[in-house]
């Protein structure tokens, strides 16, 4: 159900009886999708913002999350022939310089180290800095420069080259407006840097990254992208060209999440990363660098979640089953119990990630702590099912509809395929929404009237022609929408809208 | 071989023929240890120096096996209970100054962000820090305190306790004279925090996180391991109790290699973690905390490695076995490296991490580069191997006394074996050498006598009585020595000497 959907519905609903349907989550999509989000996180128990101004606290069930996200990522990354290393986190400013148009990109949201030390402030108490840098540092909001200083020593000769290098770190962007995943001003990612002994490979090669990104997405996340090329003004400081991918959310916004980027011999230059070519000439090399970082937790939850919380892909969850032992009688405790670590054991067996909640919560506030965190699949059993060899499963994104008891045989011959027909399911959802979410239109006439009806949700899509008129900037003025990429899949088209 | 064996040995040979041995490591361990460990590092690839002021690069092979190192530490501390998270990089003041002792025990290697920008410098050109920010912020030398600040959030009953929480994490710790792996500003590691409701709970607690280390060192780094407690003078600022593991190193100087502190009421009490106890008072958490770090690999290195370089404990080997054909003639090129492949799919398919070199690097080059990377098993294969249906290893702790040539069944029946007793024996070989190294001394006049002897090599062992007498402060200064640990295997017992 897109939000608009969902607005009706609610609208509908309200009028007939006045009563709110009952939702786990307060509020629904509907109502305040902004703090719908946020409250999804916290019931989920994924993070929370943090003491440090901007920045956010993962807690272990949304860093769980990541973890997983990361060793797919990681096992796609390695596949490519790339390594894995790792660089400072401090740039010194003179670095950062090197490259005029990456440093202006980046001048005005840097964290900047002036001291290396602290010492007693006799004036005001407590402690003040002291020790002051003769050169200040930048907590790298993205490496180029200071891997650029690297591989201008690794490469020498058109041998070293194709050289390609990844490191999986924090970065630093500083962020006045501050949302949990989306936009902190710390965050993790991975970064990937190539280069090559010509201008084609470099740009093959960048392509061949984000569709790699499509494919995780995709496949892992469940999350279907528009991949496409950034225009001029959304390109990476320094970049001669971007490729992204852009998810489409339940409101409608963009989510650019992940970006692949053609560096041309930008980088090169001003990092003199320069080799012997096979016939003896010094040339420089050409660069890319690639990223996808902690943001896609945040396109997961508003590409999937719904108004009882989060629903995690299987692929990504931490449980894909968990189980909850119904006990209305103390004697049958030991017995329920016993056949649901059975039960936990098989399913470990196949690799499957269960957790028993055998806690002393109530059965209701395991049921809705189960839903809120979007355990793919949910297992009961009472005395009931024990005593007939059953259990009874209940997948999250269908909810009630399906669930089934059967025989633990029987669950556990197709559990797997449960997992997977999920995994497929929420990626071929999210995909309708996606498509009904894009809107054709001729001219930036009809551009205007789609943004000017508070009714619709999405993004349009027209040629991209019409960019170069005057009353596209207006438009994007008016309505804060911005060119989000010129779509890969349908030639000579750009996608329009707002964003996160 | 200890540094002292080699270099008598060293004197011998120099004595009889004047001739030095070749080594593929200039200089030798005999002739300058700090020197021969650089050039360790740098002839396997490991990492090196980079323009960040006392920061190093991790290069792809040392991080593989930092990855590795992770991965078997990961485990082991998910098998404690314990959960992953992550916490914010940076630290404001006002929390890190908190726990008086421990600020005043990292105030002087703090990094300190004070400005939020850059913006263009119109005096010197170039650009300066700007958007000062009200409270600088520290980059965090270790957690406790921004930790603590979510715990007092979290722990509210005593249900909520025990809490384990670990998170992987770059830390920052000022550092005057760098060296690889052993001592940089920026590191990696892993910083546990748990926190109890009683202080036996806690204490013990902090012992078996301690164990767990001593339990990793040996069995996956083949690292001996003395353990015991600081003394005061030694802990961790603002802990009540801190336990260590020391290394002696081939050189015989002690490198502390992970420690677990018992951190008392002190961070409750500045945090203000408090619980509900099951008799419904308000009381104070007892909370430890637990790291290790990248510096295990420096460790490794000064334990393990010999003058041709590097040698790697096939549990965290990146490549267990590597794979040289041995190519004389072009026309054999194809079958033998045919014949390669094949091993190595066997081998892959026994989880064991294999490299065929088919590069064009000259055979010895490859030979010498695989040797200096310290990887387990060399594999070479010519034209007479492939006809017989052999395959010709070495190992690489023993070297040419190991080479066999036998069947590539036999070899394949029993690599596993072989990669076992290469772990096993490398302990073996390190844990003789560690107990020769430690010299048992009664009084403080046969501890001064054995460090002025510049031939002896090691720590001495004294009765902890002793540490009370006014001449150990002597001892301290006029040796550069410190009191290592109080020996758990040894009551009463305190080990001393000098240390990284």
């Known amino acids: 159900m897109t939000v608009q959907q969902a607005k009706q519905k609610n609208n509908q609903q309200q009028g007939k009886k006045a009563k709110k349907p009952k939702t786990a989550i307060t509020p629904t999509r509907a109502e305040n999708f902004p703090e719908w989000y946020q409250s999804v996180i916290s019931s989920a128990d994924m993070a929370e913002n943090s003491a440090t101004r901007g920045c956010m606290v993962i807690k272990p069930y949304g860093y769980a999350i990541w973890e997983h996200f990361q060793q797919e990522l990681n096992s796609r990354i390695k596949k490519h022939g790339v390594k894995n290393a790792y660089f400072p986190l401090l740039i010194p400013l003179r670095f950062f310089e090197k490259e005029a148009e990456h440093v202006d990109g980046f001048a005005k949201e840097c964290a900047v180290v002036t001291h290396h030390r602290l010492e007693p402030d006799s004036e005001n108490g407590g402690l003040k800095p002291a020790g002051e840098l003769t050169e200040p540092m930048i907590i790298r909001p993205t490496s180029e420069t200071i891997i650029g200083e690297s591989f201008s020593n690794w490469i020498n000769s058109y041998r070293d080259l194709p050289l390609k290098i990844n490191q999986w770190a924090n970065v630093m962007r500083w962020e006045m407006r501050p949302r949990m995943f989306l936009r902190t001003s710390e965050f993790m990612w991975q970064e990937g840097h190539n280069a090559f002994a010509t201008a084609t490979e470099a740009d093959e090669d960048s392509r061949k990254m984000l569709a790699m990104y499509e494919e995780f997405?995709?496949?892992?996340?469940?999350?279907?992208?528009?991949?496409?090329?950034?225009?001029?003004?959304?390109?990476?400081?320094?970049?001669?060209?971007?490729?992204?991918?852009?998810?489409?959310?339940?409101?409608?916004?963009?989510?650019?999440?992940?970006?692949?980027?053609?560096?041309?011999?930008?980088?090169?230059?001003?990092?003199?990363?320069?080799?012997?070519?096979?016939?003896?000439?010094?040339?420089?090399?050409?660069?890319?660098?690639?990223?996808?970082?902690?943001?896609?937790?945040?396109?997961?939850?508003?590409?999937?979640?719904?108004?009882?919380?989060?629903?995690?892909?299987?692929?990504?969850?931490?449980?894909?089953?968990?189980?909850?032992?119904?006990?209305?009688?103390?004697?049958?405790?030991?017995?329920?119990?016993?056949?649901?670590?059975?039960?936990?054991?098989?399913?470990?067996?196949?690799?499957?990630?269960?957790?028993?909640?055998?806690?002393?919560?109530?059965?209701?506030?395991?049921?809705?702590?189960?839903?809120?965190?979007?355990?793919?699949?949910?297992?009961?059993?009472?005395?009931?099912?024990?005593?007939?060899?059953?259990?009874?499963?209940?997948?999250?994104?269908?909810?009630?509809?399906?669930?089934?008891?059967?025989?633990?045989?029987?669950?556990?011959g197709k559990v797997t395929g449960i997992l997977d027909d999920m995994q497929q399911s929420m990626y071929d959802v999210a995909y309708a929404r996606t498509m009904s979410m894009i809107h054709d239109v001729k001219t930036l006439d009809e551009a205007h009237a789609f943004f000017a009806d508070k009714n619709n949700v999405g993004q349009v899509r027209f040629d991209a022609s019409l960019l170069q008129d005057e009353a596209f900037a207006d438009l994007m003025k008016e309505f804060s929408v911005t060119p989000r990429c010129l779509i890969f899949a349908n030639e000579g088209k750009v996608l329009v809208g707002r964003s996160y």
Request: with cysteine; hydrophobic share 35%.
């Open 217 to 412: 997405a995709k496949n892992v996340m469940a999350i279907p992208m528009i991949a496409g090329e950034k225009t001029a003004d959304e390109r990476f400081p320094g970049a001669v060209a971007t490729y992204t991918i852009e998810a489409i959310l339940q409101d409608g916004k963009a989510l650019q999440s992940a970006t692949s980027h053609n560096l041309g011999q930008n980088f090169s230059t001003s990092a003199n990363i320069s080799f012997q070519s096979q016939d003896g000439e010094e040339k420089l090399a050409w660069t890319t660098s690639w990223g996808m970082t902690s943001r896609m937790i945040g396109a997961m939850i508003m590409m999937h979640a719904d108004d009882d919380g989060l629903i995690v892909p299987p692929k990504v969850a931490p449980h894909q089953v968990y189980i909850i032992p119904v006990i209305h009688d103390d004697a049958d405790r030991s017995d329920i119990l016993n056949y649901c670590e059975n039960l936990s054991k098989r399913l470990q067996d196949q690799d499957i990630r269960v957790e028993l909640d055998a806690s002393e919560k109530r059965t209701p506030d395991k049921m809705w702590g189960c839903i809120k965190q979007g355990v793919p699949l949910r297992v009961e059993i009472g005395k009931r099912e024990m005593e007939a060899g059953n259990i009874t499963h209940t997948r999250r994104d269908i909810g009630r509809d399906s669930k089934t008891t059967e025989t633990v045989d029987a669950f556990c």
